[in-house]
């Protein structure tokens, strides 16, 4: 296998355990205002993620930092076009990372009301950005013989685009009930389980949808059968929470959100970032690639220092698995 393909793959993955990650970790933010019915509460679903969320982060700097240096045409071309929308995701994810260490510096109720916002503002633009950006990436858009952006913004507003963004944020707020519910006990586990009940079929049939376009799009027979199968996690996860066994919801949910990335980038697959105007001016694995030199190091270092920052995260969820209630927040 080349190893232009093997970074391609190992791209998608990286992208697959962001969402994985980071996803209960919007949808915590998100559900912030609707679960939180007091401070207490409030602290109780911040500390369920508390320990980490910063790290679940560092996925996305390492699939953009891989990005840069495996496919820096890609990575040129993706984040000039689409400078706006993301410049809106960084802007969002460093004010949900202060409200989260500012929080509780002062005791004030104004003071503290004004971080949640940030933390649920935070949460719910990158959530929905995050799909408008992979549904244009799919989708494909306009670039040049010099393989530059030349479409505007409003263009990546588009309806396939919006429905991708709605999928993430549907799957990601129904991921972190799930997590919720998992991670909670008492009246917060009951509440957050009925409300991923709540929010469980519309995510379903806006999933569906999506799935169902990106395979009239970009049909490929593999990605396809990956979406199947994501749907019938997502199936899966709602009978789970239903039957009140949170684990198994939680480790559909999650199965749900790395097959449907994972499909995807295999439908996406040669192209990196595929052109509307013309196939001859769409990015590919073979043409936006760094020098076979500069993967074969890569490789050598990820395959050195991958396995230690997965231990290292592991032991961090094993050490905090324990379920939270409001009883042990101090008043």
């Known amino acids: 296998m080349e190893l232009t393909t093997v970074w391609f793959a190992l791209i998608a993955i990286l992208w697959a355990g962001y969402f994985l990650l980071e996803g209960f970790d919007f949808g915590v933010g998100i559900l912030l205002p609707v679960l939180g019915r007091?401070?207490?509460?409030?602290?109780?679903?911040?500390?369920?993620?508390?320990?980490?969320?910063?790290?679940?982060?560092?996925?996305?700097l390492v699939a953009?930092?891989?990005?840069?240096?495996?496919?820096?045409?890609?990575?040129?071309?993706?984040?000039?076009?689409?400078?706006?929308?993301?410049?809106?995701?960084?802007?969002?994810?460093?004010?949900?990372?202060?409200?989260?260490?500012?929080?509780?510096?002062?005791?004030?109720?104004?003071?503290?009301?004004?971080?949640?916002?940030?933390?649920?503002?935070?949460?719910?633009?990158?959530?929905?950005?995050?799909?408008?950006a992979f549904g244009n990436i799919v989708r494909g858009v306009r670039l040049d013989e010099r393989h530059e952006y030349v479409g505007g913004f409003v263009s990546l507003l588009n309806p396939y685009a919006l429905l991708?963004?709605?999928?993430?944020?549907?799957?990601?707020?129904?991921?972190?009930?799930?997590?919720?519910?998992?991670?909670?006990?008492?009246?917060?586990?009951?509440?957050?389980?009925?409300?991923?009940?709540?929010?469980?079929?519309?995510?379903?049939?806006?999933?569906?949808?999506?799935l169902i376009c990106t395979a009239i799009i970009r049909f490929d027979g593999i990605g396809v059968g990956l979406f199947a199968v994501a749907a019938v996690a997502l199936v899966a996860a709602l009978v789970a929470n239903?039957?009140?066994?949170?684990?198994?919801?939680?480790?559909?949910?999650?199965?749900?959100?790395?097959?449907?990335?994972?499909?995807?980038?295999?439908?996406?697959?040669?192209?990196?970032?595929?052109?509307?105007?013309?196939?001859?001016?769409?990015?590919?694995?073979?043409?936006?690639?760094?020098?076979?030199?500069?993967?074969?190091?890569?490789?050598w270092v990820a395959v050195f220092f991958t396995p230690i920052v997965l231990l290292y995260q592991g032991w961090t969820y094993w050490i905090f698995r324990k379920r939270l209630t409001v009883e042990k927040i101090p008043a």
Do not use: C, Q
């Open 64 to 132: 953009g930092g891989a990005t840069f240096a495996a496919f820096p045409e890609w990575y040129a071309t993706l984040f000039s076009g689409f400078y706006l929308p993301l410049l809106l995701i960084l802007v969002a994810l460093i004010i949900r990372g202060v409200a989260f260490e500012y929080r509780g510096k002062r005791d004030g109720a104004v003071w503290k009301k004004r971080w949640d916002l940030s933390i649920f503002v935070g949460s719910l633009v990158p959530a929905l950005l995050w799909g408008v």
């Open 164 to 210: 991708g963004g709605l999928t993430t944020l549907t799957l990601f707020t129904l991921h972190g009930a799930v997590f919720l519910a998992l991670k909670t006990d008492g009246e917060m586990r009951r509440r957050a389980n009925k409300l991923a009940a709540t929010i469980g079929l519309p995510a379903v049939a806006i999933a569906a949808a999506f």
């Open 242 to 299: 239903r039957l009140g066994r949170e684990g198994w919801a939680f480790i559909a949910t999650g199965a749900t959100l790395v097959l449907a990335v994972l499909g995807l980038f295999v439908t996406l697959f040669p192209n990196v970032l595929p052109s509307t105007i013309g196939d001859a001016n769409s990015l590919t694995v073979h043409n936006a690639s760094s020098t076979p030199y500069t993967l074969k190091v890569m490789t």
């Open 38 to 60: 007091d401070d207490r509460e409030r602290r109780l679903l911040i500390n369920t993620i508390g320990p980490v969320w910063d790290g679940n982060e560092v996925w996305l």
